[in-house]
């Protein structure tokens, strides 16, 4: 019985921690305005982290990419739409983080109420140059938490969880 009670609680804390969304204040919005984006900047800039990448967040299914992206830094500024990327421990495809160049950005499209980030990693495996682009749409937006993701409300497929303090 002291197992079974030890099995659900790690599985309640691994949930929790690797959740798509949290139950502290409803995130989802089907619009954001300028003032909405001082969350995701800060007013000036603002670092997060990602938590996660997920190729299927509703099945909680992390991309094999997972390793080599969560241990960046994500640095999102205001008035250039650009995001500084500092790259962590881990390199993709084997590869040193030194013999890759991340770089990201987002738009923010003020009529619609859309905001899109588009990430690109590039290394030269073999001489053979790699590179993992996408955009996705956010999602989900609060002053600790953001989601970038493909997919409906509540259907989320390919998602980055970012988190800040």
């Known amino acids: 019985m002291k197992i079974l009670k030890s099995i659900f609680f790690v599985s309640f ?7 798509c969304t949290t139950d502290e204040e409803p995130l989802f919005q089907d619009k954001y305005t300028a003032e909405d984006l001082v969350k ?7 670092q ?5 990448f997920y190729t299927n ?5 992390l991309s094999e990419k997972n390793t080599c992206f969560v241990d960046d830094f ?3 500024q205001k008035d250039s739409n650009e995001i500084n990327v500092t790259s962590g421990e881990g390199g993709c495809d084997n590869v040193a983080p030194e013999d890759e160049i991340t770089t990201a950005s987002y738009e923010f ?7 899109f980030i ?7 495996v073999n001489g053979v140059i790699k590179n993992i682009f996408f955009s996705l749409q956010l999602v989900e937006l609060s002053t600790n938490q953001m989601i970038f993701a493909s997919g409906e409300k509540g259907d989320y497929r390919i998602a980055l969880v970012f988190v800040t303090s």
Not at 13 to 19: M, V
Not at 57 to 61: A, D, F, M, S, T
């Open 40 to 46: 995701l900047h800060g007013g000036d800039f603002k």
């Open 74 to 76: 994500f640095v999102f």
């Open 13 to 19: 804390i691994l949930l929790n921690l690797f959740a």
């Open 57 to 61: 967040c509703n099945q909680k299914q």
């Open 109 to 115: 499209y003020e009529e619609e109420g859309l905001v």
């Open 48 to 52: 997060w982290e990602l938590q996660a």
């Open 118 to 124: 588009s990430i690109s990693k590039a290394s030269s």
